[in-house]
């Protein structure tokens, strides 16, 4: 079987010089026997020379990912093995045409095109393009292997990608690049014999154990000008008969005011921040200033869902986690409204939304969990039936204790974790006005066997899922130290005003917009709110 790492997943790697191995008469006579009678039997040898050369480029391209893709050695080789490994490739093109699954099976398709993909340059990637486009009218089974192809030009040149196969590993994270008409994906994935986009999302995020995100803007690209408008030039004009979507058929709602939980604090330690009024915030949105046309202070109400991991890591410690959240209780303020919810890998809702103390303290006395963590499924649960209905008289936050390791980042989950990906959360996340405040437990020291990048992307999923909603990240070291924490998220959740805006820019067109929120006349006070929103 090939050795391959999963398709679309881009190193920062050298590539080969620029050069064209096929004559513009070799390209016709290799486009023109795509209609030709297939072969009668598979050529074995030749079968066997493409998976020998793509395994060999493979090995070699792990080695140097898993070893140190800066040392030059290793670069050398790799460069050395692309150059050999386009001129076989190119061998293969001259002598019997693009390979097929008549010619060489599926596993030597893939062969080719993973040499392709990997080690030609781009000028042959482009000039090979329509002839692989064509193939598929007659090869269906390369039509995966196209799609892969595609995107990767169309990401390189700057484009948009179509079918959402080209990922990049980055600070932690796998992040997808942005794809063109996201309502048709689907039906053009199904088309082009991928399967679905978010089966596709939870295997990169089980075989990386990395969480992913889509990523906002498209890359620049690195390229000559002169290469980037040839490759532009080529995927325009190569017909891949997909699914288009008609601008009849997009739904827009005009939801022009943008709500913004906005957090001050001092940058002066202990020193008082006071009472703000609307004059003192300005809000930019891409640099423009915007007319601020609602504002709540800090006086009006929460609602707030404390949201608890009871999953197995915690099971000794049910009782430290029952009197800290008797604590919080408390310590919140008589106008909050509050609920209890508890999770492992299904959730529990201990008590809903209620100003009435009694009953919450009442319903936490049995507080029970076992198995799993599904950390991300019972963000989405709360967020979409535990949490007040959106309103300018209450805000609305959830406060989650948690060591953040869903088991779609544990390696011997197997197919457990949440079925929301981590990239849907985070774009819900982003849609609404709700405040996620994690507390991080730290369990690294009960040691369960996991690698020390687990918990490492465990906590940078807590702090994107703060960012991306205005709240802010706290960490427990040890169950013992949540009373403190607790007591210091209600006097931040104190803070934290309501600002809106209707947007100058009135385009619904789907587009990220940077939002800055600063503080007039105040330079020892710092503004902390979500980073910006979709425009739909």
């Known amino acids: 079987m090939l050795l391959a790492l999963p398709a679309g997943l881009l190193a920062c790697l050298p590539s080969v010089a620029a050069q ?69 490739l190119c061998q293969v093109i001259k002598e019997y045409g ?22 030609a340059p781009y000028e042959l990637q482009r000039d090979l393009l329509p002839i692989v486009a064509a193939t598929i009218k007659t090869d269906e089974i390369q039509k995966s292997e196209v799609a892969g192809l595609i995107d990767r030009l169309r990401v390189s040149a700057g484009m948009k990608q179509l079918f959402g196969t080209q990922a990049v590993k980055r600070n932690g ?14 039906a053009r994935r199904k088309q082009f014999e991928l399967p679905t986009m978010p089966e596709n999302i939870r295997f990169l995020e089980h ?18 000008t002169q290469l980037k408008d040839s490759l532009t030039k080529a995927i325009s004009s190569t017909d891949l008969d997909t699914t288009e979507v008609s601008e009849n058929d997009v739904i827009r709602v005009d939801s022009s005011l943008v709500n913004l939980p906005v957090s001050v604090f001092s940058n002066k330690l202990q020193a008082y921040v006071g009472t703000l009024g609307k004059d003192d915030f300005k809000v930019f949105e891409d640099g423009h200033e915007q007319q601020i046309s609602f504002f709540a202070s800090t006086a009006v109400p929460f609602d707030l869902v404390l949201l608890l991991d009871l999953s197995g890591s915690t099971s000794d410690k ?91 980042l544990v390696p011997f989950a197997g197919a457990g974790g949440s079925k929301t990906s981590f990239a849907d959360l985070v774009e819900h ?37 703060a960012q991306e909603s205005g709240g802010s990240f706290y960490r427990a070291r040890k169950i013992a130290d949540l009373n403190g924490v607790y007591e210091q998220v209600i006097n931040d959740l104190g803070k934290v005003y309501s600002l809106g805006y209707s947007s100058l820019n009135n385009r619904r067109d789907g587009t990220w917009r940077n939002v800055e929120i600063r503080i007039a006349n105040r330079p020892d006070l710092v503004a902390h709110s979500r980073p910006g929103y979709y425009a739909r």
């Open 173 to 186: 994270f796998l992040v997808l690049y942005p794809i063109e008409d996201e309502a048709n994906l689907e």
């Open 20 to 88: 064209s191995c096929l004559s513009t008469d070799e390209l016709k006579t290799t486009l023109a026997r795509i209609s030709a009678p297939p072969p009668t039997s598979v050529n074995n040898k030749l079968k066997t020379l493409l998976l020998k050369t793509a395994g060999e480029q493979q090995e070699l391209l792990l080695k140097v990912v898993e070893e140190d893709q800066a040392k030059e050695s290793l670069k050398k080789r790799l460069r050395e093995a692309y150059q050999k490994n386009t001129g076989v």
């Open 429 to 465: 996340i982003g849609k609404t006005d709700t405040l996620i405040v994690p507390i991080y437990l730290d369990t690294e020291s009960d040691d369960f066997g996991w690698d020390k990048s687990i918990y490492e992307n465990a906590r940078k999923t807590l702090t994107l899922m």
């Open 318 to 408: 049910r009782d430290l986690i029952r009197k800290s959240t008797q604590r919080f209780i408390e310590s919140a303020r008589s106008t909050d409204r509050i609920a209890v919810v508890t999770f492992s890998d299904t959730v529990q809702v201990v008590s809903p939304l209620t100003e009435d103390r009694a009953r919450l303290l009442a319903s936490i006395t049995d507080m029970k969990g076992k198995g799993g963590s599904n950390i991300w499924d019972a963000v989405k649960f709360t967020m979409d039936n535990v949490v007040g209905p959106q309103s300018l008289e209450r805000r609305r936050a959830v406060v989650l204790m948690t060591d953040g390791v869903d088991g779609a």
């Open 98 to 119: 693009w390979p097929t699954t008549a010619l060489v099976d599926k596993d030597g398709v893939v062969a080719a095109f993973t040499i392709l993909k990997t080690s």
């Open 207 to 224: 075989y990386y154990h990395t969480p992913l995100i889509r990523a906002r803007d498209v890359p620049d690209s690195t390229l000559s």
